[in-house]
C-alpha cells in the first residue's frame, strides 16, 4: 500500500510537467507570430498630432498650467487648481512657483507657498486643492491667500489676505476660492499656502456679517485670548464710527483681520485694500505690539476708520491700492481724530507733527501728505467740538459726491470754517499746549546781541490759512543801559497793505516750566521787562495769524531801545493865513505864556504798540494888573517803533481877568480865547537832546488840508467899548502853509 507521503510527491511532480509544457507552447507561439497576423489599422484623415506646447500639461504628468473654456486642472508640485467649464472665455496660461520655505509665514506654514498669476477674470469658482501635513489635525488647517495691496497709512505696498478654512478630502485640503468684483483680462497675482496653528476668534466658519460679528479675527493659538480682546475692540470700533454716521453698508462679508509679526517693528497694524476686489480688504495686526493694550485700541480705531473711508473714495479698486488719492491726508486727519472716540488723549502720531496745522491748511509741495494729515487732526478736532463729532463723515459724503479737493470738501461740508479759521488757529496755539508746541519749534532764534535791529533772515512765505513765528531771545552777556529798554517787536507784510495783523506774544516761564501767554496785538508790540527776560535767559515767542486763502510774504524785525515815557510836553500850532482872520495865527498847548513847562506834567502809557501820552489840569499867575488862568487837554498817540504820531488832540482855554486894586470891577473877566485842533499821521522828527532830556517835534509844512491837521477851531471872547464882542474861526485858507510841532520832555 501506497503511503499518503508517496502519493503526495507524485502528484506534485505531474503537475510540474504540465506548467512547463503550457509555458514552452505560449513562447513558442509569441516567438512565431510572423507579420501576416498583425491587423493594419486604416489613417484617419483630417487630423494631426497637436503641437508639444498646446497638449495640456505639455506631456508632463507633474504639472500642467494650462486650461481653456472646458476647464480643468492646473497643477504643480504639491497644489492643484480645479478650474469648472466657462471659468474662462479662452484658452489661459498660468504661472505657478514654489516659495522659498518659511519666507511668508515662518513656523506657521502647514505646505509650500505658491505664486499663482492668472487672469483676474475668471467668472466662476476655483477650487484649490493643498496635500496636507500628516501630522496637524484637522480643524487647525486654513488657507491663506493674499492679493497685492497698499498700506494705507505707510503707502507701503503690502498684502490683503483673505482666509479660508480647508476641508479635509483624503490627503488634500480644499477650498473654493470665488471670482473677483471687478474682473480684468490683466494677470492677478495670487501667493496660496496651508496655516497651522492659527486659530479663529469665531469658530462658525461662516464668513457672512451677523449682527453681532461684522469681524473675525485668525491668531496664532497661543494669543487666542488676545484675538478675543482684540475681535471686542473691533466690534466696538464699528459701532463708535456708525454711531457718528460711517456706514459699512457696502460691505458684505466679514471683516478678516490676522494678528502676525510683522517686518517693521514699531508698526501697530494696517488697513490693506485689495488690488482685485474690496471683499479682499483686511488688516493685519503686528503681534509684538500685543502687550502694549491702549495703542492696540488706537490702532483699531485708526486703521477702522480708514476701512469706512475707502467705501467713500470712488475711484476704482485698482487705482485705490495703487496710488494715493488727493484726499489722502484729509483721510488720516479724521482717522487721527476717530482714535480719541475710543482712546482718551491724543495721539503720539499727531504730537509728532503738531506744526502741520500752523505750516498751512494742505501740504507742502514735497510735504508727506499721511504725515500733514496726522498734523491736521488737531482742525477736525476743533470743528467735531464745534460742530459736533457727527458733522465729520460730512467731508467723506463730499469726497463720495465728487467733490475734487480736499479743500472744496471743507467748504462743502462747513461753510462757516474758513471764515472762523482764524479762531481755530487761536485755540490751536492755546488749547493745544503751547509750552509743547512752541517750544519745540525747529527755527533759529532772532538773537539780540546788542541796540541794533534784527529782522527775519530769508522770511517764507505765508501759506494759506497758516501762522508765521519767532523766537526772541536776549544775549545774556550784552550789557544793557542804564536808561530804561524796552524790546520792540514789529510784524510787516500780510495782507491789506500791512496793516492790522493779529499776532500774540508769549514768554517761557522758567520758573512754571512752561509758555504762557503775554499780550495779543496788532503789527508791533513794546516788551517792557527786558532786564528779567534778559537776567532769566527766557524766550519770547511771537505768533503772527495768516487766516487768509493767499500766499504772503511777512517779516518780524526786533530791537531794544529807549523807553519813551514823556513827563512834559507841549503842541504848537502855526497856520499862515486863516478864513475871516488877518494875519498869522500861532497858538500853543497849554499856553506857554501862561504855563512853565515845567508845570505842564502829564502822563505816558501803552497799549500793545502804542504809547499814549495824555496831559491835562490848569494854571494861573499874576501879571500886572491882571490874573491870567490857563486850561488845557492834550492826548497823543505815538506808533513806538516809528515814533510817528498816529492821532492828537489838544484844546485850550486862556482867560484874563481884571485884577487892579481899589477897582470895583476887579476880578471880572474881560479876555477869553478857546483854541482846539486835531491831527493825524505826523511823521517823526528828532530835533534836540540836552541835560538828559530830549525832545523831538513833528511837523509838516505842507498846506494840505486834511492830510494831517484834520480839525481847527478858534474862538475869541472880548470886552470892548462897545461890550463883548466874539469871533469864530473854524478853516483856514487854501494851500496856505501851516505846521504842528509837538515837543515832548522824558527823563
Not at 265 to 278: K, L, M, N, T, V
Not at 520 to 547: A, G, N, T, W
Request: proline share 4%; net charge negative.
Amino acid at each position: 500500500m501506497t503511503s499518503f507521503k508517496q502519493t503526495a510527491k507524485k502528484r506534485t511532480r505531474r503537475t510540474g510537467i504540465l506548467l512547463c509544457t503550457l509555458l514552452l507552447i505560449l513562447f513558442t507561439t509569441q516567438q512565431c507570430s510572423g507579420p501576416e497576423e498583425i491587423i493594419e489599422q486604416p489613417e484617419e484623415t483630417g487630423k494631426k498630432d497637436p503641437p508639444n506646447e498646446e497638449k495640456p500639461g505639455n506631456n508632463d504628468p507633474k504639472e500642467n498650467t494650462k486650461v481653456d473654456k472646458s476647464g480643468g486642472k492646473v497643477f504643480k508640485d504639491k497644489i492643484t487648481l480645479v478650474v469648472p467649464a466657462d471659468a474662462f472665455n479662452t484658452p489661459v496660461t498660468m504661472e505657478i512657483t514654489v516659495q522659498t520655505d518659511g519666507a511668508v509665514m515662518e513656523e506657521f506654514e502647514a505646505s509650500p507657498y505658491y505664486k499663482i498669476k492668472l487672469p483676474r477674470n475668471f467668472a466662476k469658482p476655483i477650487q484649490l486643492q493643498l496635500l496636507a501635513d500628516t501630522e496637524i489635525t484637522e480643524n487647525e488647517i486654513y488657507f491663506r491667500i493674499t492679493t497685492p495691496g497698499i498700506e494705507i497709512s505707510s503707502q507701503q505696498e503690502g498684502s490683503s489676505v483673505m482666509w479660508i478654512k480647508g476641508v479635509k478630502e483624503g490627503d488634500y485640503y480644499t477650498a473654493t476660492m470665488e471670482p473677483f468684483e471687478e474682473p480684468s483680462d490683466e494677470q492677478g497675482e495670487l501667493i496660496v499656502g496651508l496655516v497651522k496653528n492659527y486659530q479663529a476668534s469665531n469658530e462658525s466658519g461662516s464668513r457672512a456679517i451677523t449682527s453681532d460679528r461684522k469681524c473675525v479675527v485668525y491668531a496664532p493659538r497661543f494669543y487666542h485670548e488676545e484675538s478675543k480682546e482684540i475681535a471686542l475692540h473691533l466690534e466696538e470700533a464699528i459701532k463708535r464710527l456708525e454711531a457718528v454716521g460711517f456706514s459699512f453698508a457696502k460691505r458684505n462679508k466679514q471683516i478678516q483681520v490676522e494678528v502676525k509679526k510683522l517686518s517693521g517693528a514699531d508698526a501697530y497694524g494696517y488697513f490693506i485694500p485689495s488690488r482685485y476686489s474690496s471683499e479682499w480688504n483686511s488688516m493685519v495686526i503686528n503681534s509684538q505690539k500685543l502687550s502694549e493694550k491702549e495703542e492696540i485700541k488706537r490702532t483699531i480705531m485708526h486703521e477702522m476708520t480708514h476701512f469706512a473711508q475707502y467705501y467713500y473714495d470712488p475711484r476704482w479698486t485698482v487705482t485705490k491700492s495703487y496710488f494715493e488719492g488727493e484726499f489722502l491726508w484729509m483721510e488720516e486727519a479724521v482717522a487721527v481724530w476717530a482714535e480719541s472716540l475710543y482712546v482718551a488723549g491724543i495721539s503720539s502720531v499727531q504730537y509728532g507733527n503738531q506744526f502741520c496745522p500752523l505750516e498751512g491748511f494742505s501740504p507742502w509741495d514735497k510735504e508727506d501728505k499721511s504725515t500733514h494729515g496726522y498734523g491736521m487732526a488737531g482742525l477736525i478736532r476743533w470743528m467735531a467740538n464745534r460742530y459736533g463729532n457727527d458733522k465729520i463723515v460730512k467731508l467723506h459724503q463730499q469726497q463720495e459726491a465728487g467733490a475734487t479737493s480736499v479743500m472744496d470738501a471743507f467748504e462743502d461740508a462747513f461753510p462757516d470754517l474758513f471764515l472762523e479759521y482764524g479762531i481755530f488757529l487761536q485755540d490751536y496755539v492755546r488749547g493745544n499746549g503751547v509750552k509743547d508746541l512752541i517750544q519745540s519749534m525747529a527755527r533759529d532764534y532772532l538773537k539780540l546781541n546788542d541796540m541794533n535791529e534784527v529782522k527775519t533772515k530769508a522770511p517764507p512765505q505765508c501759506k494759506p490759512y497758516s501762522a508765521r513765528y519767532e523766537k526772541i531771545f536776549i544775549n545774556p552777556d550784552f550789557k544793557l543801559p542804564d536808561s530804561k529798554i524796552i524790546l520792540s517787536i514789529n510784524v510787516e507784510g500780510g495782507v491789506d497793505g500791512g496793516k492790522g495783523q493779529y499776532c500774540e506774544l508769549y514768554r517761557y516761564d522758567s520758573k512754571k516750566k512752561e509758555v504762557v501767554f503775554v499780550e495779543s496785538f496788532y503789527d508791533s508790540y513794546q516788551f517792557e521787562d527786558v532786564e528779567s527776560l534778559q537776567e532769566k535767559r527766557e524766550i519770547l515767542y511771537v505768533v503772527y495769524y495768516h487766516p487768509y486763502n493767499k500766499e504772503c510774504e511777512v517779516n518780524m524785525t526786533v530791537r531794544l531801545e529807549e523807553k519813551l515815557e514823556f513827563v512834559s510836553g507841549k503842541i504848537k500850532l502855526y497856520i499862515n493865513e486863516l478864513n475871516n482872520y488877518s494875519g498869522f495865527f500861532t497858538a500853543t498847548f497849554p499856553d506857554e505864556l501862561v504855563v512853565p513847562i515845567t508845570s505842564a506834567t502829564g502822563t505816558t502809557s501803552y497799549s500793545g504798540n502804542r504809547v499814549i501820552y495824555t496831559s491835562n489840569s490848569s494854571y494861573s499867575k499874576k501879571e500886572s494888573y491882571d490874573k491870567v488862568e490857563s486850561e488845557w487837554e492834550i492826548s497823543i498817540e505815538i506808533d513806538a517803533v516809528s515814533r510817528n504820531i498816529l492821532k492828537g488832540t489838544a484844546r485850550n482855554i486862556t482867560s484874563r481877568y481884571n485884577d487892579r486894586a481899589g477897582n470895583p470891577d476887579r476880578g471880572k473877566l474881560k479876555r477869553r480865547q478857546t483854541t482846539s485842533i486835531s491831527f493825524k499821521d505826523i511823521p517823526f522828527i528828532q530835533v534836540f537832546t540836552y541835560d538828559g532830556h530830549y525832545g523831538y517835534e513833528a511837523s509838516d509844512g505842507n498846506g494840505s488840508i486834511g492830510t494831517y491837521l484834520t480839525a481847527f477851531s478858534n474862538k475869541l471872547e472880548e470886552e470892548g467899548i462897545n461890550g463883548w464882542t466874539t469871533k469864530t474861526v473854524t478853516s483856514w485858507k487854501p494851500n496856505t502853509k501851516w505846521s504842528v510841532g509837538a515837543t515832548l520832555y522824558i527823563k
